[in-house]
Nanobody
Framework: QVQLVESGGGLVQAGGSLRLSCAAS????????LGWFRQAPGKEREFVAA????????GYADSVKGRVTISRDNAKNTVYLQMNSLKPEDTAIYYC?????????????????WGQGTQVTVSS
């Protein structure tokens, strides 16, 4: 079993920044991709960003492209999400997820393990 613990969420004013972290522990795999998703009240969970095992391939949702950067530190089994120029519509619970294998995918169904989530609230 893999445990994922997110941190770094909070309340921020529009235009502000937050850095989310997600630390993985427990069973490890030879390679795994990492993703960030978010879910706002009454909405489905949606893709935000993801990174391949090597860290070279990264993907971003159009809604956050240019404002968000995903990175990972394999030595620390940690993935980060730097979010800048935050907007009220970014308000959601943010989840990190692990997918066994080297490549990332857009669909939440492709991920094997999930964290409990961290709340991000952006006030206008």
């Amino acid at each position: 079993q893999v445990q994922l613990v997110e941190s770094g969420g909070g309340l921020v004013q529009a235009g502000g920044s937050l850095r989310l972290s997600c630390a993985a522990s427990g069973r490890t795999f030879s390679s795994y991709a990492l993703g960030w998703f978010r879910q706002a009240p009454g909405k489905e969970r949606e893709f935000v960003a993801a990174v391949s095992w090597s860290g070279i391939s990264k993907g971003y949702a159009d809604s956050v492209k240019g404002r968000v950067t995903i990175s990972r530190d394999n030595a620390k089994n940690t993935v980060y999400l730097q979010m800048n120029s935050l907007k009220p519509e970014d308000t959601a619970i943010y989840y990190c997820a692990v997918r066994r294998g080297t490549n990332w995918y857009l669909s939440p169904s492709q991920y094997d393990y999930w964290g409990q989530g961290t709340q991000v609230t952006v006030s206008s």
